[in-house]
């Protein structure tokens, strides 16, 4: 049973406008959800979080907003740059040790 | 300011083969961890550490040994290699404490024949 969905493989969006990546989980006691984002031929790093005592955490053009009631939680970018095409990984973090992570969603920002 | 470090980058082996993954931080992390990623997939942990001396399993943890004898390094071997351990493998470090981000190494590229 995967803990961490990420529902959307891909999206693309012109430059420009807003990108919205999404993310559903299952667990409730999750505490802290992070964003990564990752390059080809990379490793991934980190993008932005957000507690679980919280509904929004805003960074520059990233903004991370949390539903608790759905169990859902998006990123925005606004607005979005073609250096932005990547794939973003959604994640949880009970222990800094042992993150569950979803299966990403590879967002192409076209010029 | 060298980060996480991981060797070699790419390996090619053959079933049966034993190997280990190098991977060493300098950041002072107490946490540690591996994780393997297959196509279309998120990342997986395999195993990972609280400190020098402690490491615990994850979700994939079969084929797969770790030791941390110091904080700064985190050795992952392969006992006898199976074409299903095909993957990249990241290692990733953070500070202890929820919410604290992990950085992560570039990534071993693992074939196996």
């Known amino acids: 049973d995967q803990q961490v969905k990420q529902n959307s493989p891909s999206l693309s969006v012109q430059e420009g406008r807003i990108s919205i990546l999404n993310c559903d989980y299952t667990?409730?006691?999750?505490?802290?959800f992070l964003w990564y984002k990752k390059y080809p031929a990379e490793g991934p790093t980190f993008l932005i979080s957000i507690s679980s005592i919280k509904d929004k955490n805003e960074d520059g053009r990233f903004t991370v907003f949390l539903n608790k009631s759905a169990k859902h939680l998006s990123l925005h970018i606004v607005p979005s740059q073609p250096g932005d095409s990547a794939v973003y990984f959604c994640a949880t973090n009970t222990n800094a040790g042992k993150s569950t992570f979803g299966d990403g969603t590879t967002l192409t920002v076209k010029p | 300011n060298a980060g996480v470090t991981q060797t070699p980058k790419f390996q090619v082996l053959k079933t049966g083969q034993s190997m280990t993954l190098q991977c060493a931080q300098d950041?002072?992390?107490?946490?540690m961890s591996w994780y393997r990623q297959d196509p279309g997939m998120g990342l997986r942990l395999i195993h990972y550490?609280?400190?020098?001396?402690?490491?615990d399993q994850g979700e994939v943890p079969n084929g797969y040994n770790v030791s941390r004898s110091t904080t700064e390094d985190f050795p992952l071997r392969l006992l006898s290699a199976a074409p299903s351990q095909t993957s990249v493998y990241f290692c990733?470090?953070?500070?202890?404490?929820?919410?604290?981000?992990?950085?992560f190494g570039d990534g071993t590229r693992l074939s196996i024949l």
């Open positions: 990733a470090s953070s500070f202890s404490g929820v919410g604290q981000p992990q950085h």
């Open positions: 667990n409730s006691m999750f505490d802290y």
């Open positions: 950041m002072n992390h107490e946490y």
């Open positions: 550490s609280v400190g020098a001396g402690i490491t």
